[in-house]
């Protein structure tokens, strides 16, 4: 027998499906019939604690702290297999998407995601691009008759962080490098 979970009714959001359907549009979480197809065929579902009908069920009831700190939104491969499947045509990718842009603006993403977001931040990629890695790549590109890459818009990044709210993360880093002082 499992141990029930008690939630006070002080602590539902009771706007939060609102704000996401705002944002979702069409194929909103609303129409969700909790059938779990979404769930039944999702790749990571026995790696996560919420599976994707009740991240949304969650969603609807206005467990906004429950979801934004579940393992199900930074887990998802978003291989859009759930989206693919749902018969009422909730498009469950993109609302993970969503959530992990609220979570980010709230400053709650995991730790392993922070170091990649300060190095986007700081050059523009994944992996930084500078010094000889850029000149073995431009030389391949060039064998290959492709043109060399050009380095990103840095102010272009930093407004897409500041939209996506990933530039909090960045901000909340900085402060807590300062309490550690």
Not at 94 to 105: D, G, S, V
Request: hydrophobic share 30%.
């Amino acid at each position: 027998m499992t141990e029930e979970e008690v939630i006070d009714a002080k602590d539902l959001d009771k706007d939060f499906r609102y704000e996401i359907s705002e944002k979702v549009g069409a194929k909103s979480l609303l129409k969700c019939i909790q059938c779990g197809v979404c769930s039944s065929g999702c790749t990571v579902t026995e790696y996560v604690d919420l599976q994707p009908h009740r991240v949304v069920a969650s969603c609807l009831l206005g467990l906004k702290d429950k979801v934004l700190s579940s393992t199900a939104i930074w887990t998802c491969s978003l291989c859009h297999r759930c989206t693919e499947r749902c018969p009422k045509g909730v498009d469950y990718s993109f609302i993970l998407a969503l959530l992990r842009n609220i979570a980010c603006k709230e400053g709650n993403c995991p730790e392993e995601y922070r170091g990649t977001i300060q190095t986007i931040h700081d050059n523009g990629y994944v992996v930084p691009y500078t010094g000889g890695l850029a000149t073995n790549i431009n030389r391949r590109r060039k064998r290959f008759g492709l043109p060399k890459l050009v380095p990103p818009d840095l102010k272009e990044i930093d407004i897409i962080m500041e939209e996506t709210g990933v530039g909090n993360l960045i901000n909340k880093a900085l402060d807590d490098k300062e309490d550690d002082k």
